[in-house]
């Protein structure tokens, strides 16, 4: 089973919603969100759940994961700027949980999760290649890198097996409900790019908790 959602055009200032598309293609659903603004910054929120042990072998080719400490840098933002387009830059960051290993006495299921952003669909224009807006950029990927976590450590604690596909998409769709709220509510506080202030205090509160989520992570492991 894979569940695939993306969300377009998340604003970065005055955001208007525009559409909403529901459909399915081959056992799929894809469900579609747009949003324009005055200043506008593509994010793809795509989170993806396979319950199979198996690579992400299309995704795979052109994706950064997420890694402790990571750090963007502009040279990740390979894409060709949209010169139609008001957004300064657009970033595609993703959320993926897959099956790491199933108990084959219980055939329950441990699950790993991870921010991914795609440096083949992110871009910037000419011009705003400041260190402002890359950390701007970069604390979209962390906070897809929180989100994944927190999927992680919830999902992990209810004893899934291949009977509860059902309940694993439901938790899936929570917590990507979760992911839109937060990095709409980012944009929203920070203005896009042009608050400061708010862009501190989200830096230091994101930070923070993916120092927490990442103690939380390391201590679930060793009981497993």
């Known amino acids: 089973m894979i ?16 559409g909403f598309t529901l459909s399915q ?15 506008r910054m593509k994010i793809i929120l795509a989170a993806i759940i396979s319950l199979l042990m198996i690579p992400f072998a299309s995704e795979a080719q052109d994706s950064l994961v997420y890694t402790n400490g990571q750090k963007l840098s502009w040279d990740n933002f390979r ?12 970033i595609s ?6 099956t790491a290993k199933v108990n084959i006495w219980t055939g329950g299921y441990t699950f790993s999760a991870w921010g991914i952003m795609y440096p083949g669909r992110s871009w910037v224009k000419e011009g705003y290649r400041s260190d402002y807006i890359l950390n701007h950029e970069q604390l979209h990927f962390d906070i897809s890198q ?3 976590k927190r999927l992680e450590l ?6 899934i097996n291949g009977a509860n596909q059902a309940r694993v998409a439901s938790i899936f769709q929570e917590y ?14 920070t203005s896009g790019v042009i608050n ?10 994101i930070r923070n908790e993916l120092k927490e989520i990442e103690k939380q992570t390391l201590a679930t492991a060793k009981k497993h």
């Open 3 to 18: 569940l695939q959602q993306r969300k377009w055009n998340s604003p970065c200032n005055v955001s208007k919603w525009s």
């Open 25 to 39: 293609n081959k056992g799929d659903l894809v469900t579609q969100k747009s949003v324009t603004g005055s200043i």
């Open 79 to 90: 894409a060709a700027p949209n010169r139609k387009d008001s957004a300064r830059a657009e």
């Open 93 to 98: 960051t993703t959320i993926q949980m897959k």
């Open 146 to 148: 929180l989100v994944a």
């Open 154 to 159: 919830h999902i992990n604690k209810q004893k």
């Open 176 to 189: 990507v409900d979760m992911l839109f709220e937060l990095q709409d509510r980012y944009d929203r506080e």
């Open 196 to 205: 400061p202030a708010e862009q501190a205090k989200w830096d230091a509160y």
